[in-house]
């Protein structure tokens, strides 16, 4: 059973940062494009950043210049560095991993708190 497990959520002050994590079960990980979503209550899930197999990025307009998306395919692994925070950015944070033949797998969610 694959397996995604997000950590580094919290609470945190506006103007603060957080890193994200998600470790995979994935067997051959490398070749699965990564990314985080995030959703807030009341709205819809909505995509924050993604990373290809070929460490290709992309960011919503709303998280470009704050937000950072990498992976460590040796360790399975996949980060979201979050600095400057804003209240807006309340949200619980998921994990989805795509393989190239639309197999998606999604993590539980971790919780992140922007506020004083």
């Known amino acids: 059973q694959v397996q995604l497990v997000e950590s580094g959520g919290g609470l945190v002050q506006p103007g603060g940062s957080l890193r994200l994590s998600c470790t995979s079960s994935l067997s051959r990980f490398s070749i699965y494009t990564m990314a985080w979503y995030r959703q807030a209550p009341g709205k819809q899930r909505e995509l924050v950043a993604r990373i290809t197999s070929g460490t290709s990025t992309n960011y919503a307009d709303s998280v470009k210049g704050r937000f950072t998306i990498s992976r460590d395919n040796a360790k399975n692994t996949m980060y979201l560095q979050m600095n400057s925070l804003k209240p807006e950015d309340t949200a619980v944070y998921y994990c989805?991993?795509?393989?190239?033949?639309?197999?998606?797998?999604w993590g539980q969610g971790t919780q992140v708190t922007v506020s004083s």
């Open positions: 989805n991993a795509a393989h190239p033949f639309d197999i998606t797998y």
